[in-house]
């Protein structure tokens, strides 16, 4: 947790204790674990909304890809069916 060791997490929780005492360690307990919580809650909303734009931006793309890439498709047909007249002149 946090890049420490349980003795390390321990010799903090002496030292709150000492400083604090043993009566407002619940509450200082509670305030960690919510603010914890929080800062959780709120890195997990920004990875959803950075995902949200990925997936919205990809998804523009693709569209914007078949936009562009639909007026040659349409071009095709016409074009294959003028060049088969030439296309029997070689055989």
């Known amino acids: 947790m946090f ?3 349980g003795g390390e997490i321990v010799i903090i929780l002496l030292i709150v204790l ?3 005492g043993s009566k407002s ?3 200082i307990a509670r305030t960690l ?3 914890m919580r929080q800062i959780k809650d709120a890195t997990q909303d920004i ?3 950075i995902q949200d734009s990925v997936v919205d931006t990809e998804s523009g793309i693709g569209n914007t890809v078949k936009d562009i890439k639909k007026p040659f498709e349409d071009m095709e047909k016409p ?3 003028i060049s088969k007249p ?3 002149i070689d055989q």
Do not use: A, E, H, L
């Open 3 to 5: 890049g420490m060791s």
């Open 18 to 20: 000492v400083f604090f």
């Open 25 to 27: 360690m619940p509450k």
């Open 33 to 35: 674990g919510r603010g």
């Open 47 to 49: 990875q959803r909304d």
């Open 79 to 81: 074009i294959s069916d």
């Open 86 to 88: 030439f296309k029997n």
